[in-house]
């Protein structure tokens, strides 16, 4: 079982930064992949960031290549996600979720869910 807990969201204008955390709970976080994901009233959850539970690897969702980056420090069970340059179409609740057999995508693949931190970008 683990816990995921997000922090660090708020409010900031267009083309600054916030860098969002995500603290787990439980001794084994190491082996889960971590992935950042966002929603917005009325849409779907969506993708944004992940990383895994090995070597590192991270992938994106196109629109914030460049501007996003998902950094993991299992000594601390902490995930981040530094964002940089955001757009208004960043806002939407932001939520990390673990992956204890993979390194995907979709909503599906997670199994552990965080509540969410609210991101709000003023244009």
């Known amino acids: 079982q683990v816990q995921l807990v997000e922090s660090g969201g708020g409010l900031v204008q267009a083309g600054g930064s916030l860098r969002l955390s995500c603290v787990a709970s439980?001794?084994?976080?190491?082996?889960?992949?971590v992935g950042w994901f966002r929603q917005t009233p009325g849409k779907e959850r969506e993708f944004v960031a992940a990383i895994s539970k090995s070597d590192g690897r991270q992938f994106y969702t196109d629109s914030v290549k460049g501007r996003f980056t998902i950094s993991r420090e299992n000594a601390k069970n902490t995930i981040n996600l530094q964002m940089n340059s955001l757009k208004p179409e960043d806002t939407a609740v932001y939520y990390c979720?673990?992956?204890?057999?993979?390194?995907?995508?979709?909503?599906?693949?997670?199994?552990?869910w965080g509540q969410g931190t609210q991101v709000t970008v003023s244009s």
């Open positions: 979720a673990a992956d204890r057999t993979g390194l995907g995508s979709r909503i599906s693949e997670y199994d552990y």
């Open positions: 439980g001794r084994t976080f190491r082996i889960y992949s």
